[in-house]
């Protein structure tokens, strides 16, 4: 295909599959159908897809934060990939959190116009990584247990669900492997990138509780057949870690309880009626780094309420 310019390149995009921004692309979930399975309560299935979603989507802002901080031009991109896959899946979760709840709300307005109190995000995926070794291990926990979850998630008796975890294992797997790489190249590496590492494991293992205490929306939809028992996922997941962690000459510490109290936003901080610091990401309990995360990633939409692009 032949341009004069490269701004022709860029506005002509017919019949063009790789245009960026959705032009010639397949939907993941033409075909599927979108009904509520029945007996299922909307609300409990919209506040599964919100916890979901808000995990990719929160990560995926902490990835984005990474390009052009990446060691290597190579890392910059499996990132932004590894952020756009995760977006992506946000994308499907909140739109079908919207469509569950029936109020009229979809992804925008899911992921840009609510308060830090109504993310439901586990409190791994908002936390700030202070070097590379720390995004990588906690990049590679995430993936790990998210994997395993999509997995399972896959038999769902909501279609889309299913739909939505079976689009996500393909790219999760890169992600765990990428990951697992990096975590064991630095572990098995110097001495200097082995004390790194160790210490962001060290960093990692006090959040890694709240990834398998079930919520009861969660424990009424896996009942169900809906949702995954997050419970259910923690044999599995120190199994892999650990193998990851001893191939990176590391040690495997105990699966902790989720976060201290002290590191979670004050009452204050929350409207009324807002979950205690003894609550999870979950209820809504979270740590100021949800509050950087959402200042920055929703400044556009709050600074023009109602614009449009």
């Known amino acids: 295909m032949a341009f004069d310019d490269a701004y022709d390149a860029l506005t002509d995009h017919e019949d063009d599959a790789r245009w960026a921004y959705g032009t010639g692309f397949s939907d993941p979930l033409a075909g599927v159908p979108g009904d509520l399975p029945d007996g299922v309560d909307r609300a409990d299935l919209a506040a599964y897809c919100l916890m979901l979603g808000d995990d990719a989507l929160i990560l995926s802002h902490r990835l984005q934060q990474w390009v052009t901080r990446a060691p290597e031009l190579e890392d910059e991109l499996a990132l932004a990939n590894i952020g756009l896959d995760l977006l992506g ?27 830090p109190a109504e993310f439901r995000n586990v409190r791994l995926a908002e936390r700030a990584d202070d070097d590379f070794a720390h995004l990588v291990a906690r990049l590679c926990a995430f993936s790990v247990w998210r994997l395993e979850l999509l997995q399972r998630l896959t038999g ?20 765990r492997d990428y990951a697992a790489q ?20 060290d960093a990692l293992t006090p959040l890694l509780g709240e990834l398998f205490q079930p919520h009861p929306v969660e424990t009424r939809l896996a009942a169900a057949g809906i949702a995954v ?15 990851v962690l001893a191939t990176a000459t590391l040690t495997a510490p105990g699966v902790a309880p989720a976060v201290s109290p002290a590191a979670v936003l004050p009452a204050s901080s929350s409207p009324a009626g807002a979950p205690s610091a003894a ?31």
């Open 156 to 175: 769902s008796a909501d279609p889309m669900l299913a739909a939505i975890a079976a689009k996500g294992v393909k790219e999760v797997t890169y992600h």
């Open 89 to 115: 899946q946000a994308r499907l979760l909140l739109t079908r959190a919207g469509a569950a709840e029936g109020r009229g709300r979809d992804e925008d307005e899911l992921a840009m116009h609510r308060p």
């Open 182 to 201: 990096w975590v064991v190249r630095l572990g098995d590496g110097t001495e200097l990138s082995h004390r790194r590492m160790a210490a962001a494991v």
């Open 229 to 243: 028992d997050p419970a259910g996922l923690r044999a599995a997941f120190d199994d892999v870690w650990a193998y």
């Open 279 to 309: 609550s999870g990401g979950r209820d809504g309990a979270h740590t100021p780094g949800l509050v950087e995360i959402l200042d920055e990633m929703q400044a556009l939409a709050r600074s023009v309420p109602g614009g449009a692009w």
